[in-house]
T-cell receptor, first 118, second 109 residues
């Protein structure tokens, strides 16, 4: 059992640069979520996929953010023209929504990618 | 509008004492309620998931209850240990998670 993995674990970048994060979910999971967490707060939902389809994006996800899950397996989250306000922990989670199931899936989280924008 | 609220924000107890962590939510029409543990600088570990049709779930020293009518969930940790020191987060689970800010617990040896 490899769990959810994320890469890199830490990223330091200068304002204005682009960054890309990767998430590898638990292999049989069909749902994949991205969240953002700032210090002292709970994670906030950004977007989620069911298989390769992106089904919802939060208003938090400005047009500088884009997420993909091209083959329904791993996912990438790209931030263009980073700003200091983008500094946060970016968390990925996955779950298995079984056929006929509805909102009963436990989400399993990766270790996160900590982004620091200087 | 804060959908999920956790009070207190921090809690310190001596080893062996039982812990009671509170979570309240504004929307009683929730599907599921999930409790997580987060260690400093780390990701989240799922502790318990209570489905909306259930009133409680138990795992070892952990017990979580759900009262939809009052909009509250409570996590009980029996006989606390220093290893229980962490931040505990509750989240409303209707496909996406809506989290509270968490309660940071310190168990003193």
């Amino acid at each position: 059992d490899t769990g959810v993995s994320q890469d890199p674990r830490h990223k330091i970048t200068k304002r204005g640069q682009n960054v890309t994060f990767r998430c590898d979910p638990i292999s049989e999971h069909n749902r994949l979520y991205w969240y953002r967490q700032t210090l002292g707060q709970g994670p906030e939902f950004l977007t989620y996929f069911q298989n390769e389809a992106q089904l919802e994006k939060s208003r938090l996800l400005s047009d500088r953010f884009s997420a993909e899950r091209p083959k329904g397996s791993f996912s990438t989250l790209e931030i263009q023209r980073t700003e200091q306000g983008d500094s946060a922990m970016y968390l990925c989670a996955s779950s298995l929504l079984e056929s006929g199931g509805f909102n009963t899936d436990t989400q399993y989280f990766g270790p996160g990618t900590r982004l620091t924008v200087l | 509008k804060q959908e999920v609220t956790q009070i207190p924000a921090a809690l310190s107890v001596p080893e062996g004492e039982n812990l009671v962590l509170n979570c309240s939510f504004t929307d009683s029409a929730i599907y599921n309620l999930q409790w997580f543990r987060q260690d400093p600088g780390k990701g989240l570990t799922s502790l318990l998931l209570i489905q909306s049709s259930q009133r409680e779930q138990t795992s070892g020293r952990l017990n979580a209850s759900l009262d939809k009518s009052s909009g509250r969930s409570t996590l009980y940790i029996a006989a606390s240990q220093p290893g229980d020191s962490a931040t505990y987060l509750c989240a409303k689970n209707d496909y996406k998670l809506s989290f509270g800010a968490g309660t940071t617990v310190t168990v003193r040896a």
